[in-house]
């Protein structure tokens, strides 16, 4: 018998200003990793949005993830195909990489009959991306806040309203996370971090709390944004053109260039005000409105005869 395991994954957004490498929200948008045991070799399918993005080697961060897991947990399986459904637009700031590295891990985990907890995993999995936010959010759900102490992550997983939306503005380039982690200081002067500080802080309270109406203030920041922004035409047009048409605040989503705006209603005029305002500053752009995922990644065993 060999195993075929299905993992579904969904999208993140992270930092929500100022919560850098920090805060995570798991969207409504999925990719699906299939892994399969098979008799010989290593095949690898990809397909869905932006598949020419996505490598079909064996440097597909699914698959490295997949052999990772296979290694720790000494299992050697005769052969391995990979088939990715992907449904997350690549390197655009949603999590794209975490969920090829979950979905990797999850499906070799539940072949080799799941040696692993969920916990294990998360480490796992930070250690292949480099930064908590994104992998957390799409693994457990909801609103994670997580830090790294001693090689091991400590989060919480919060439960934002439910009325919550967010408009994903998506412009047609790509943004590299080494290269908007390049261009950021090294260092931070003390009036900046206590501003983050602070307003990381109402953020979570806010959204605890239901009190939405203080995100605008609560998501601004000094950290990142005002950086990476300098790589992103027309940024703060398309943040304000938000604004203006109804979202209650604004971030860079992830790394970029895609930007999020969180609304309780009006999501329709934020999302074509959004595409607008990229498009005046010479950007092809689409929209999307997104649910919040409370449930995170999923992944199902399924054994078939080998041939």
Excluded: W
């Amino acid at each position: 018998m060999f195993g075929k395991a299905i993992a579904c994954v969904p999208a993140s957004t992270t930092n929500l200003g100022p919560g850098f490498d920090a805060l995570g929200l798991a969207l409504k948008l999925y990719s699906t990793i299939e892994l399969e045991e098979i008799d010989s070799g290593v095949e690898i399918v990809v397909h869905g949005v932006d598949q020419d993005k996505i490598p079909m080697s064996t440097d597909n961060i699914a698959f490295e993830s997949a052999n990772y897991i296979f290694q720790k947990a000494g299992y050697q399986p005769k052969g391995i195909k990979l088939t990715i459904a992907n449904g997350i637009p690549a390197i655009r700031g949603l999590g794209g990489s975490g969920t090829a590295i979950l979905g990797g891990l999850l499906c070799a985990n539940a072949i080799c009959g799941d040696p692993f907890s969920p916990d294990q995993i998360l480490d796992f999995a930070i250690e292949r991306e480099g930064h908590p936010d994104n992998v957390t959010a799409s693994l457990f759900g909801g609103l994670t806040v997580s830090v790294v102490d001693k090689k091991n992550v400590k989060m919480v997983k919060l439960s934002p309203p439910e009325d919550l939306r967010v408009v994903i503005a998506i412009p047609d380039y790509t943004l590299s996370t080494k290269k908007a982690r390049e261009i950021l200081p090294q260092n931070l002067d003390l009036e900046s971090a206590i501003y983050n500080v602070g307003r990381s802080s109402l953020l979570v309270a806010a959204v605890v709390a239901g009190k939405l109406d203080m995100l605008n203030v609560a998501m601004q920041d000094l950290l990142h944004q005002p950086y990476r922004a300098k790589l992103i035409p027309g940024f703060e047009d398309v943040c304000n053109s938000a604004v203006q048409a109804g979202a209650l605040s604004v971030a860079l989503s992830g790394a970029g260039p895609s930007v999020a705006a969180y609304c309780t209603g009006l999501e329709d005029q934020v999302a074509n005000a959004m595409v607008d305002s990229f498009t005046g500053n010479g950007l092809k752009a689409e929209a999307k409105i997104l649910e919040i995922d409370s449930a995170g990644a999923t992944v199902s065993l399924h054994m078939q005869n080998s041939y």
